[in-house]
């Protein structure tokens, strides 16, 4: 028997880093949206005594489904050995959390979403029934936004971002916003969903982003010009969106290799 699962991603529509732990893992602030993903796994059972976790497109280190396994294993779940192929829609290094979408489906099937918080950051919420959500802490403190989900469009640019290169540059630039402050800007959420221009909603990353790829400024005046409410950049990087009150066609630079609707 094959079981087939459809994953979903993440949309970070604001992202503040506070701090950085002891241990090593950086405190947040951030809204989430979910948002599908177009990733499928296709599950049945494994051929020998292991995992077997495969995607067709190469992914770098222990791929996070099979690391989802390992980890629920070791925390009591009687789970057999699978075969998982994974289809990739959304190309890895996006900051759309495609890889841990797929955690968490293969974690819910299992019945295993308590573990969710040491696979990832992103995890938790996608184990979770919510569609927009605060997220703060590393992932694990969810509270729900009872507001109706904004629609975009999300681009995806040719490079790719290394998140862990990424938040040790933002460790070395430092961090300016505190909790309080980082909870009050969902507050543009709300503006930009009433049809109220908002403009560049506050990523922390952004910083990092510019400096090697100004071209987000070409693709922040695209979204302006075309009347969007809100733009910005979805975790760390490299996905660009737009928050749009009307259905839009754009006409994408070459270096946009992949267009998402939500």
């Not at 605060?134 to 490079?159: D, Q, T, Y």
């Not at 009050?184 to 510019?210: C, Q, S």
């Amino acid at each position: 028997m094959r079981v087939i699962l459809p994953t979903f991603a993440k949309l970070n529509l604001t992202l503040r880093v506070i701090s950085k732990r002891p241990d090593g893992y950086h405190n947040l602030v951030s809204t989430f949206l979910r948002i599908p993903s177009g990733d499928v796994l296709y599950i049945s059972p494994a051929s020998g005594n292991r995992d077997e976790v495969t995607a067709n497109i190469p992914l770098d280190g222990e791929n996070i489904v099979a690391k989802a396994l390992r980890i629920a294993r070791t925390e009591g779940f009687r789970i057999p050995y699978l075969n998982v192929k994974i289809h990739k829609s959304i190309p890895p290094g996006s900051g759309l959390g495609a890889g841990s979408g797929n955690a968490a489906a293969i974690l819910k099937w299992l019945g295993a979403e308590r573990v969710a918080a040491k696979i990832g950051a992103d995890v938790p919420f996608l184990c979770s029934f919510l569609n927009i959500a605060l997220v703060s802490g590393i992932g694990e403190h969810i509270e729900s936004v009872k507001e109706h989900e904004p629609h975009g469009v999300i681009a995806v640019p040719e490079w790719q971002t290394n998140t862990a290169q990424a938040y040790a540059e933002l460790d070395a630039m430092g961090f300016g916003v505190d909790t309080m402050l980082a909870r009050t800007e969902m507050r543009d959420i709300y503006h930009a969903n009433a049809g109220r221009k908002v403009g560049l909603l506050p990523n922390d990353f952004l910083k990092v982003l510019l400096k090697d790829h100004p071209k987000y400024n070409e693709l922040f005046r695209m979204f302006e010009r075309a009347g969007a409410d809100a733009w910005g950049v979805s975790g760390s990087g490299s996905a660009a969106f737009a928050v749009l009150n009307k259905p839009t066609i754009f006409t994408w630079p070459d270096y946009v290799k992949h267009v998402l609707y939500f």
